[in-house]
Nanobody
Framework: QVQLVESGGGLVQPGGSLRLSCTTSRTIYSFTSMAWYRQAPGKQRELVANMLSSGTKTYADSVKGRFTISKDGAKNTVYLQMNALKPEDTAIYYC??????????WGQGTQVTVSS
């Protein structure tokens, strides 16, 4: 069973930064994609950033220019660098590993709260 473990969430003031990490129990190169999603209270889960195995990256319009997805293959870890955080970025952030035709794997989530 593949496990994804997120970390790095917390409380930050508006305009601040956080870096989320997602470490997998299997080499990240075995996945077709790695992505970050988020879910705010009362809202549906939404895609924040996606990175294909080719290296192509896409972002939600709401985070473009502020968030960056990256990976460290040696550490089997994917990161989400979040800058210029806004209160509307408050949510539980989830890591997702795509497997092509099979069900993706999800982490347990990490809470990000942006508040003064």
């Amino acid at each position: 069973q593949v496990q994804l473990v997120e970390s790095g969430g917390g409380l930050v003031q508006p305009g601040g930064s956080l870096r989320l990490s997602c470490t997998t129990s299997r080499t990240i190169y075995s996945f077709t994609s790695m992505a970050w999603y988020r879910q705010a209270p009362g809202k549906q889960r939404e895609l924040v950033a996606n990175m294909l195995s080719s290296g192509t990256k896409t972002y939600a319009d709401s985070v473009k220019g502020r968030f960056t997805i990256s990976k460290d293959g040696a550490k089997n870890t994917v990161y989400l660098q979040m800058n210029a955080l806004k209160p509307e970025d408050t949510a539980i952030y989830y890591c997702r590993a795509g497997t092509g035709g099979q069900q993706p794997y999800w982490g347990q989530g990490t809470q990000v709260t942006v508040s003064s």
